[in-house]
């Protein structure tokens, strides 16, 4: 089978989400297991190559069926695939994802969705102390030519403990530090579209080269990391 995105996956999610019941996804359901097994390919072709230059410890691909307990949306069924690439922990910190979706919504993402609250406080702790790092690598062409700036939340003024009037207090308020990259429905189904990920995905080791040596070390630059015998 090709490494490729097949035009059959946006179909069916056309299709499903004009008919996003259980009566109907049931009728279709030999359908969906061909679309999933040919995604599922697709994923660890992704996987396959980011272990080339990077070191994968886990793929997940998230299930169609969505948790619909505590949410307003009752529609029984997502509209996408979705799939996150973990890196080798506690060493190597931040994490891939690829979203497929019809209507030129897919979009792959990097970085840091929730740190937990220690890990945020470290960086913001670091770019306080010294910001120039990470702009450096962030204002590379190449780079911001694929992922441009920071996107994700972050508090108004400035997180407790911090000067708003900081230098680097547009880094420092942000909660999550994420790139994405969006695709038409046209570039998914391009035979190059592989490439493009992984060469997307290699652009940001950079990032995560220099994250990943934040977050191991405190602020003397110290390693955190436990010396095994």
Same mark, same amino acid.
Do not use: C
């Given at each position: 089978?090709?490494?490729?995105?097949?035009?059959?996956?946006?179909?069916?999610?056309?299709?499903?989400?004009?008919?996003?019941?259980?009566?109907?996804?049931?009728?279709?359901?030999?359908?969906?297991?061909?679309?999933?097994?040919?995604?599922?390919? *697709?994923?660890?072709?992704?996987?396959?190559?980011?272990?080339?230059?990077?070191?994968?410890?886990?793929?997940?691909?998230?299930? #169609?069926?969505?948790?619909?307990?505590?949410?307003?949306? %009752?529609?029984?069924?997502?509209?996408?695939? @979705?799939?996150?690439?973990?890196?080798?922990?506690?060493?190597?910190?931040? @994490?891939?994802? !690829?979203?497929?979706?019809?209507?030129?919504?897919?979009?792959?993402?990097?970085?840091?969705?929730?740190?937990? %609250?220690?890990?945020? !406080?470290?960086?913001? %702790?670091?770019?306080?102390?010294?910001?120039?790092? #990470?702009?450096? #690598?962030?204002?590379?062409?190449?780079?911001?030519? #694929?992922?441009?700036? *920071?996107?994700?939340?972050?508090?108004?003024?400035?997180?407790?403990?911090?000067?708003?009037?900081?230098?680097?207090?547009?880094?420092?308020?942000?909660?999550?530090?994420?790139?994405?990259?969006?695709?038409?429905?046209?570039?998914? !189904?391009?035979?190059?579209?592989?490439?493009?990920?992984?060469?997307?995905?290699?652009?940001?080791?950079?990032?995560?080269?220099?994250?990943?040596?934040?977050?191991?070390?405190?602020?003397?630059?110290?390693?955190?990391?436990?010396?095994?015998?």
């Amino acid at each position: 089978m090709s490494k490729t995105v097949y035009k059959d996956v946006f179909k069916f999610f056309k299709k499903l989400e004009k008919n996003n019941d259980r009566d109907w996804f049931n009728e279709h359901k030999s359908e969906f297991k061909t679309i999933e097994a040919e995604i599922k390919t *697709f994923y660890n072709a992704i996987l396959e190559r980011l272990n080339v230059h990077d070191e994968i410890d886990k793929l997940k691909i998230f299930r #169609i069926y969505r948790d619909v307990r505590f949410s307003k949306n %009752k529609q029984p069924y997502k509209t996408h695939f @979705g799939g996150s690439f973990h890196r080798t922990k506690p060493r190597l910190r931040g @994490g891939y994802y !690829l979203h497929i979706q019809p209507n030129d919504e897919s979009f792959i993402a990097t970085g840091f969705w929730e740190p937990a %609250k220690e890990d945020l !406080l470290r960086i913001r %702790k670091e770019f306080e102390m010294d910001d120039q790092e #990470i702009r450096d #690598i962030m204002n590379n062409k190449t780079f911001k030519d #694929i992922w441009g700036g *920071f996107v994700g939340d972050e508090v108004k003024t400035a997180p407790k403990g911090f000067n708003k009037e900081h230098p680097a207090i547009d880094l420092i308020r942000k909660k999550q530090y994420i790139f994405t990259k969006k695709f038409t429905d046209k570039e998914v !189904l391009d035979a190059n579209f592989l490439n493009t990920v992984d060469d997307s995905f290699k652009a940001i080791r950079p990032y995560f080269d220099y994250m990943s040596d934040v977050l191991t070390t405190d602020l003397n630059g110290v390693s955190m990391l436990e010396e095994k015998s």
